[in-house]
């Protein structure tokens, strides 16, 4: 009950704090910090080792899936990384991972990633494709990841604020899904680490998966747009 009471009070103050280390979680993610190297750095040493984009990409994302189902890792990672809510840190340490993992694939297929409007759509991406697109139909989204990375105008802060209010959300709701889980497995010894294990390995990959189809490389888009007739 204690726990269940946690995660609610934790749903229920994320949009009030999203805002307040909404940027500085980005940076984290996507920048990197000592011991934990920045979506552009991993990117490049996994397109140095296959010299080909989309064998990166997938190479990317089964070692950040990997990543994710080591535990230890993954709440160390958390105990550094601020987030906008108070929420435990494995799960801080798995939104920090999922950020940098979909920051690298927009830099291998060609984004800027300094870019505010990329770096938001890498976050809106962490809320998964069945979320994105339930928000998009109903009007509580504006568009899809895609959408935004390539919008022509700068967005507005309040609007990265009001995305990082949103995944919180979504994220201390998965949360409490996850310990339901864990609840039952823990009846089975040796069992419930490898559960939390696999949950997040098994959301690091949908998430990776989403972004790699939702994201087409910008050389190809940029070569099909028509050239000016004089």
């Not at 060609?110 to 339930?134: F, N, Q």
């Not at 700068?154 to 949360?175: F, G, K, L, Q, Y």
């Not at 010894?189 to 949908?206: E, F, I, K, Q, R």
Request: net charge neutral; aromatic share 6%; hydrophobic share 45%.
């Amino acid at each position: 009950m204690a726990t269940w009471a946690g995660h609610e009070a934790a749903r229920r103050g994320a949009p009030q704090l999203a805002s307040r280390g909404a940027q500085q979680f980005i940076s984290k993610g996507i920048d990197g910090f000592p011991g934990f190297p920045s979506a552009q750095e991993i990117a490049q040493r996994k397109l140095a080792q296959h010299h080909d984009t989309d064998h990166a990409i997938g190479d990317l994302i089964d070692a950040h899936v990997r990543l994710a189902g080591v535990q230890g890792f993954v709440t160390n990672l958390g105990g550094v990384v601020a987030m906008p809510v108070a929420v435990p840190a494995n799960m801080a340490g798995i939104a920090a991972l999922q950020l940098r993992m979909v920051a690298s694939i927009l830099y291998l297929r060609g984004y800027d990633i300094a870019e505010p409007r990329v770096r938001t759509a890498a976050l809106l991406t962490l809320l998964g494709s069945d979320t994105v697109k339930r928000g998009v139909q109903e009007g509580a989204l504006d568009g899809m990841p895609y959408d935004l990375a390539v919008a022509m105008e700068n967005v507005d802060p309040a609007h990265t604020e009001a995305i990082a209010s949103r995944v919180m959300s979504e994220m201390v709701t998965r949360v409490g899904g996850k310990h339901a889980t864990l609840a039952f497995a823990k009846r089975v010894p040796l069992v419930g680490g490898a559960v939390s294990a696999g949950v997040d390995a098994v959301s690091t990959y949908g998430i990776g998966r989403f972004a790699r189809e939702e994201f087409p490389t910008r050389v190809m888009i940029e070569r099909a747009e028509p050239t000016p007739t004089e």
